[in-house]
């Protein structure tokens, strides 16, 4: 069953792994490219399954299923370039990040029996207060070149994060602040350089550059599960990070990497891998391991299929149906 699926641009990232499923990919695009109309933007290597259209056009066009990736996909996006009949289509609604206005208690702006809410991690769906909604958790999965082998003989941790200056205390600028006083740290994403990092390196090229760093150190407090850490695993990266949200249930100390809450004792640690290399190499392989089973494409890719399989029986239209047969 190859659908054609209707989406936003949000998370380049995700968007990339997530069109490595068999099915058809349209991305609305605006003039001057606002919010989630950027289409296929560059630094992606994207498939031939991945068109960009025109918002105006969208209404014109037939799909199998829309998917939204924020809440302004849904409360706005939808009414302005959808048609009345593409929004009783097949719906999911893709949530990346766990709750920001309270953890336990904030409601799901989606609250609706037909639609399918799809969690990116545990942590996320155990969090959110998803009301009436059915949901599923679909785990992060990932793609490193097969002849990009971790090195470990820049004897530095690298930290990838974008807006991390911006985005302050939640993703832990001061915590990598504090620590790179004390660890010999690189930072690289969007705007790194005004926090004195290197800048912005493409998806395309990531791989390759951060399998020469020591270790990976991820010093958010609260987020989902990053696409980073999960590419620097399977590189075989050893990973240091704070022990909340996703990243407990991912990384074994002194087996994958090392996680806590106690910011000296992680110091202390990346200080002990930028001394033993050999440590640092053995770890990695175990990092490696793990994300080989666990974020590996096919499963990830099986996921979504299952899950737009489940959207389209939740759908109440027969009609919708046999557009998706």
């Known amino acids: 069953m190859r659908l054609r699926i209707l989406t936003w641009h949000v998370h380049g990232s995700y968007l990339y792994y997530l069109t490595q499923a068999s099915h058809e990919f349209y991305l609305p695009v605006k003039p001057g490219k606002p919010e989630g109309y950027g289409g296929r933007l560059g630094g992606f290597a994207w498939g031939d399954n991945v068109h960009d259209i025109a918002a105006d056009d969208v209404r014109h066009q037939s799909f199998d299923c829309i998917l939204f990736q924020s809440r302004r996909n849904y409360e706005i996006d939808q009414y302005e370039i959808l048609s009345e009949a593409q929004r009783q289509l097949p719906r999911l609604y893709l949530e990346h990040d766990p ?19 799809v969690h990116v991690t545990h942590f996320n769906r155990l969090m959110w207060d998803s009301n009436r909604t059915p949901t599923c958790v679909i785990e992060h999965g990932v793609i490193v070149p097969e002849d990009i082998e971790y090195s470990g003989d820049l004897a530095r941790g690298l930290v990838v994060a974008n807006g991390l200056r911006t985005r302050g205390r939640r993703l832990g600028s001061d915590v990598f602040q504090a620590a790179r006083q004390q660890v010999p740290l690189d930072l690289v994403g969007m705007d790194a350089a005004s926090l ?41 990266l050893p990973i240091v990070g704070l022990a909340t949200t996703e990243l407990v249930t991912v990384i074994q100390n002194n087996v994958s990497g090392y996680i806590d809450t106690n910011i000296d004792a992680l110091i202390q640690f990346m200080q002990e891998l930028i001394a033993d290399p050999d440590l640092a190499q053995r770890l990695g392989q175990q990092a490696k391991a793990e994300a080989r089973a666990r974020f590996n494409i096919q499963r990830f890719t099986q996921n979504w299929q299952n899950a737009f399989e489940q959207a389209v029986a939740l759908s109440p239209s027969p009609l919708n149906l046999t557009s998706c047969s």
Not at 99 to 117: G, K
Not at 212 to 225: C, D, E
């Open 196 to 236: 004195g990092g290197l800048g912005e390196i493409p998806h395309a090229q990531l791989a390759a550059f951060q399998s020469r760093y020591r270790f990976f150190f991820h010093p958010v407090r609260y987020t989902s599960l990053g696409l980073a850490v999960c590419e620097a695993m399977m590189l075989g």
């Open 99 to 117: 709750p920001r206005q309270h953890p336990t208690d904030t409601q799901h702006v989606v609250d609706d029996p037909n639609l399918l809410l």
